[in-house]
């Protein structure tokens, strides 16, 4: 299993574009994908799940990734971190 933290620094924090950015890329991948959230933990690959997580600006999530190709996800989900969602 693959992980990392990130403090969402969006000013819309994970609503409907941002959101449905992470759910696309995160689609792409075999790897089961979690977001978590305090003790809140969601597929991050379903779209409802991430909205329902309620994540704002400022507040910091954990994203997990386990299977086959969990380098690649994590890598991937770190990058659209980076780049700004």
């Not at 696309?24 to 003790?39: R, T, V, W």
């Not at 507040?59 to 780049?83: K, P, Q, S, Y």
Request: aromatic share 4%; charged share 20%.
């Amino acid at each position: 299993m693959k992980e990392f933290s990130v403090t969402v620094n969006s000013a819309t924090g994970l609503h409907a574009r941002p959101a449905s950015q992470l759910v696309s890329e995160a689609s792409k991948f075999k790897s089961d994908i979690k977001l978590n959230k305090g003790d809140v933990s969601v597929n991050g690959k379903s779209i409802m799940g991430v909205l329902g997580l309620g994540v704002l600006t400022g507040d910091t999530i954990r994203i997990t990734a386990e299977g086959t190709d969990e380098h690649e996800a994590v890598n991937a989900l770190e990058a659209l971190f980076e780049a700004g969602l």
